[in-house]
């Protein structure tokens, strides 16, 4: 085609024009405020109630929350320090700080200590959550239940080394024997582990120091934002192991097996977790051995676990259905067992599919914790509503108060969705 | 060729129930079943020693005994004299007001809200954006207790109202808000009301089947018939008509300030607003993402070539796109409303009469039943949630996309 025209034309640009700035009315910030917020008549008058309704929302909250006052001893020294004016009354927040986070009762000579606990935390769970890290660092993850206990009850350091102990000695005669069936690797796991745990108790009970390293801290001393972290994390992971068994016992083909894990998982789901708290406060410990006098605590940490336990399973199991029946068949063309074909094929699969259920669960299940405040538990509610309301010095500061422990709660919760979402995004395979 | 091997005739060793896939199911089973009944034999015997030890047995007989206490809200006749069990039904039947009414609300509440974060108006969209966000995130408890607070400590008290120049109004001179409660107008049923009643029922009855006959006409004849008009029309002319005919039998109580409460009307109680009202706004950002996901799963595809068949928008969207996007919706929606009807145990924070803070809470202290009131209290739910789940077994089935 250019031949044709070689002679006719007599200049020919051999660089490109710069661009040239679009007109205003197809770029630029007005263009935007004209497509996104007024688009259309009723979406005009949409963006103006949006926005009054924001105006409304600054007006009423800005003068109270930058009018705070900070450092006051009581509601009325404070009324008396904002004299009149629209202000929140933040100081009960720092005079309160340690019993809003630690409850009432905690010593507070040993508030370092869950301090460390929850510092440690971070670096426990790093492997756990993200994959690139070194490997070695899950090490730690795995040493730290113990450590964690054993800073925030304190008490003789036997206990949890002697727990530890009969977990590694569960781990090795599991991984001695895992190559030839793991039924019974499985089994001798447990009773070697439980044979280390029953020695250990006389063990521990012989050497037990007059006086320990760490000062012991009953359970019912715990209270304030810790609890709801500590029930929150000690359930979700206890019951993801537990999840997982009764989600392949929902879906295994043992008539007996299945209606176990069927009634169990309906049952729990069917009721309210205030009336399992309830069960845990009141009922459970007519189930314990007379004279066991197990404390509320941990009754509370069984009924919450089973509780997640049951949503962490239907979660899996829609994991499970939702891989497609080839891998199934293909683990079994290989000639994997039952046991192989789940935790080689199909689990690693199926958990990364439950990815976002699981975390829905546990953001879920963190809130919930605040029920326990309902069976006289001090978590941060229990506190508010308790001991710092009640008082003579704080009485009336409501939104203040919730505003922090709402503020907790949304920090957590919105970071741990976030991270799902990352998470989803790192281990997505298929290509999109 | 092949040649077929015989299948094993080695007669039964007992090393094949661990080995041969035949027999071991059968082993797992057995196991299974003994560690079950061991496990339920363990608690129980700790249980029936546990209750000698404390002197206790097993007995509903408190269930016909006098409750001994008050309920502010009833909606079926009850006083302190009444026994246990009327209390417990008291309670079941305001569970179920509160759970009906949050689910009214929630889906609303959702349904706008998942609409407008597809608006195309970004302003809106991050509004609702920011909606969801901080209710999903934030205990359903703690807004259970603000907006008690709110309704308790910001609201002006009934004394407020008096006087010439009162500190409060009453809202078109028919709807009080104080911390006691909102008061609003209450019908009263004059003689041959019942009538007007009926024929409003008749009339919500023949909508359907008008609605029913035009479908069928379009479908066999392909007439359409107007919609929308003469279903208004059937929906209320006969109803209005008879209420003239009748002399106004139905009249409005409104309340009115007498001493030093409000009365007349119905009162709405603050614990029940409360509740009411923090589990439709809490719920209803869980819905809204639910409604979301369900408009985002209709390929725009579809809704394109719906327009390309000549279909005008609004039929596109019911014709079309609703059916597919309801099927996405529906089940996580009805599971909603499921944890709504469980979180309305929450009632015992704000001193709301559901059936966990009368059966679970006065009459379990009271009597010191604990066990029974605790497994009467969760068979209650129980029922509640697996009828619920039935309902939604059913739904599924039928909206089954049918694969071959």
Not at chain 1, 69 to 77: G, I, P, R
Not at chain 1, 80 to 85: H, S
Not at chain 2, 226 to 253: E, N, R
Request: charged letters at 10%.
């Amino acid at each position: 085609m250019s031949d044709t025209h070689a002679e006719s034309i007599a200049f020919v640009r051999e660089s490109s024009l710069p661009p040239a700035a679009p007109p205003d009315k197809v770029g630029g910030p007005l263009k935007w405020v004209k497509d996104n917020l007024f688009p259309t008549w009723a979406n005009a008058i949409l963006t103006l109630v949006a926005l009054y309704f924001l105006y409304l929302l600054l007006a009423g909250s800005l003068p109270w929350l930058l009018n705070g006052v900070w450092s006051a001893s009581s509601l009325s020294e404070c009324r008396e320090i904002l004299d009149g004016a629209s202000g929140a009354c933040f100081s009960v927040l720092s005079e309160r700080w340690h019993q809003l986070l630690f409850g009432f009762k905690y010593p507070s000579d040993q508030y370092w200590r869950p301090t460390l606990a929850l510092v440690l935390l971070f670096l426990a769970a790093a492997p756990v959550l993200f994959i690139d890290l070194p490997r070695k660092m899950l090490l730690f993850t795995g040493l730290y239940p113990f450590l964690a206990f054993w800073l925030i009850w304190g008490g003789p350091i036997w206990g949890p080394i002697f727990a530890l102990l009969g977990v590694v000695a569960g781990y090795i005669v599991y991984s001695r024997l895992v190559q030839k069936s793991f039924a019974m690797a499985l089994a001798g796991g447990i009773v070697a582990a439980v044979i280390v745990w029953y020695v250990g108790g006389f063990i521990g009970e012989a050497l037990r120091p007059a006086s320990p390293l760490l000062e012991a801290i009953p359970s019912r001393d715990l209270g304030g934002f810790m609890l709801n972290m500590m029930l929150g994390i000690t359930c979700v992971s206890l019951s993801l192991p537990i999840g997982i068994a009764l989600a392949l016992g929902r879906q295994s083909h043992l008539p007996i097996v299945k209606g176990i894990c069927v009634v169990f998982i309906e049952f729990v789901r069917g009721v309210p977790l205030i009336t399992l708290l309830f069960v845990a406060n009141v009922m459970l410990a007519y189930f314990f051995p007379p004279g066991s006098g197990v404390d509320l605590f941990i009754r509370v940490v069984i009924m919450i676990t089973m509780f997640s336990s049951a949503y962490i399973a239907e979660v899996i199991r829609g994991g499970l259905a939702a891989l497609p029946k080839g891998q199934y068949e293909a683990a079994d063309s290989l000639g994997l067992d039952y046991a192989q074909a789940m935790r080689l094929i199909i689990l690693p699969q199926a958990m990364k599919i439950s990815i976002p259920g699981i975390v829905n669960i546990a953001v879920g299940l963190f809130k919930d914790t605040t029920l326990v405040s309902v069976i006289s538990l001090f978590d941060i509610i229990g506190m508010i509503r308790g001991p710092i309301l009640a008082s003579t010095d704080w009485n009336g500061v409501y939104w203040e108060l919730f505003m922090f422990a709402s503020l907790l709660f949304f920090i957590v919760c919105y970071g741990i969705s976030q991270y799902s979402q990352w998470l989803e995004r790192r281990l997505a395979t298929d290509h999109r | 060729m092949t040649t077929f091997s015989d299948p094993p005739k080695a007669s039964f060793r007992p090393s094949m129930l661990l080995s041969d896939t035949r027999y071991r199911s059968i082993t797992f089973q057995v196991i299974a079943l003994a560690l079950l009944v061991t496990a339920i034999w363990y608690l129980g015997s700790n249980l029936a020693a546990n209750l000698r030890a404390a002197g206790l047995n097993i007995s509903f007989q408190f269930l016909g005994n006098p409750a001994g206490y008050d309920i502010n809200q009833t909606l079926i006749p009850y006083t302190s004299q009444s026994s246990n069990l009327q209390a417990a039904w008291v309670g079941i039947i305001n569970t179920l007001l509160v759970s009906f009414l949050a689910c009214v609300t929630a889906t609303i509440f959702g349904v706008i809200a998942g609409v407008l974060r597809l608006s195309n108006n970004w302003l809106v969209r991050k509004l609702m954006a920011g909606y969801v966000e901080i209710f999903r995130n934030i205990p359903v408890l703690i807004w259970i207790l603000i907006i008690y607070t709110i309704m308790t400590a910001a609201m002006p008290a009934p004394s407020a109202f008096r006087g010439d120049d009162p500190a409060s109004t009453m809202m078109l001179g028919s709807f009080a808000f104080t911390n006691r409660g909102v008061y609003i107008p209450g019908p009263v049923w004059g003689p041959g009301s019942m009538i007007v009643m009926a024929t409003f029922v008749a009339s919500v009855i023949g909508v359907f089947a008008y609605r029913r006959y035009a479908t069928k006409l379009l479908y066999d004849t392909g007439r359409l018939l107007p919609m929308l008009w003469p279903s208004v029309a059937i929906l209320l002319l006969p109803t209005i008509i008879m209420f003239f005919i009748m002399g106004m039998p139905i009249g409005l109580d409104y309340p009115a300030l007498k001493g030093f409460n409000f009365r007349g009307g119905i009162q709405i109680g603050a614990p029940l607003i409360a509740l009411w009202f923090a589990l439709s706004i809490y719920t209803g950002a869980f819905i809204a993402e639910n409604v979301r996901a369900g408009i985002q799963a209709v390929s725009r595809g579809q809704s394109e070539a719906a327009a390309a068949l000549g279909l005008r928008p609004g039929r596109v969207m019911n014709l079309v796109v609703l059916p597919q996007a309801l099927r996405v919706i529906i089940p996580p929606l009805i599971s909603n409303y499921l944890n709504i009807t469980k979180n309305s145990s929450l009632a015992i924070l704000v001193g709301y009469a559901d059936i966990t803070a009368t059966l679970g809470g006065i009459t379990l202290n009271q009597t010191g039943r604990a066990i029974e009131c605790v497994v009467l209290l969760m068979l209650f739910y129980l029922v509640i949630s697996l009828g619920i789940s039935m309902v939604m077994n059913v739904y599924n089935n039928a909206t089954k996309l049918k694969e071959r």
